[in-house]
């Protein structure tokens, strides 16, 4: 990308994200285990950004704190391997969880959910993460 279209496409998530910082959005109701489309924005290096207009990108509630604060991961389609990616299947497509990039956000930031993962892979998704520590 040319630097012109970098400055661009961070000034479109820095719009979005005061909307998102100002909005009167419903309350969302959330859970430990479920994968959202979330609004993760424009990030910096290798971190994990969002796509289309709404900067999205599915995660996965890891740790839910109270109605405003979670703990996501976030997911990619693209094939991953190794200690830092947790592969799960849904619609018999793959998606990998990425447990390097554990982060807090605001569930202001969530869009949609798409579904809850079963608990055994929760489980060891956890235990994973339990493990960089």
């Not at 509630?61 to 830092?84: C, H, M, Q, R």
């Not at 969880?97 to 809850?116: A, G, V, W």
């Amino acid at each position: 990308m040319e630097i012109e279209e970098i400055i661009e496409y961070f000034a479109k998530w820095t719009k979005l994200k005061i909307k998102i910082h100002v909005s009167e959005k419903s309350e969302r109701y959330f859970y430990e285990r479920e994968i959202w489309w979330a609004s993760l924005g424009a990030n910096i290096g290798f971190e994990q950004d969002g796509k289309n207009e709404e900067y999205e990108r599915p995660i996965l509630v890891l740790k839910k704190f109270n109605k405003d604060i979670l703990w996501a991961l976030p997911l990619t389609s693209k094939k991953k391997e190794g200690k830092y990616y947790f592969k799960t299947e849904y619609e018999g497509r793959d998606f990998f969880i990425i447990l390097s990039q554990l982060r807090i956000i605001s569930s202001k930031r969530l869009l949609r959910n798409i579904r809850t993962l079963p608990e055994k892979e929760f489980l060891e998704v956890k235990k994973r993460i339990k493990e960089f520590l």
